[in-house]
């Protein structure tokens, strides 16, 4: 199974600017679409971006199309999140994973991979 680890958080002003990383290995990492979460403290887990297999497909939660940029490098089995003009409301914890699509949701492709990696913390001050 797949093995996650993010990096690339840190705290930043409003408006400001953060590329997060997430190494992705394991058996057969290449061909699974990936994607990214968040989660806040109190709040439920919710969907952020996908990109499938070759990059060519990208998908993103309607209120953060337009800030964000999610693209991956598979010769350096890395999806990136590239998040702009952020806002507090983005403050939380970032998780990536193998998704797939469940109606009209993306969800954790929990088949895919043991664990959560131990995610990356943006804060956005105000």
């Known amino acids: 199974q797949v093995q996650l680890v993010e990096s690339g958080g840190g705290v930043v002003q409003a408006g400001g600017s953060l590329r997060l990383s997430c190494v992705v290995s394991?058996?057969?990492?290449?061909?699974?679409?990936m994607g990214w979460f968040r989660q806040a403290p109190g709040k439920e887990r919710e969907f952020v971006a996908a990109?499938?297999?070759?990059?060519?497909?990208?998908w993103y939660a309607d209120s953060l199309k337009g800030r964000f940029t999610i693209s991956r490098d598979n010769a350096k089995n890395t999806v990136y999140l590239q998040m702009n003009s952020l806002k507090p409301e983005d403050t939380a914890v970032y998780y990536c994973?193998?998704?797939?699509?469940?109606?009209?949701?993306?969800?954790?492709?929990?088949?895919?991979?043991?664990?959560w990696g131990q995610g990356t913390q943006v804060t956005v001050s105000s």
């Open positions: 394991g058996r057969t990492v290449t061909y699974y679409t």
């Open positions: 994973a193998p998704v797939l699509q469940s109606g009209n949701r993306w969800l954790a492709n929990v088949a895919a991979f043991a664990s």
């Open positions: 990109i499938n297999w070759n990059g060519g497909s990208t």
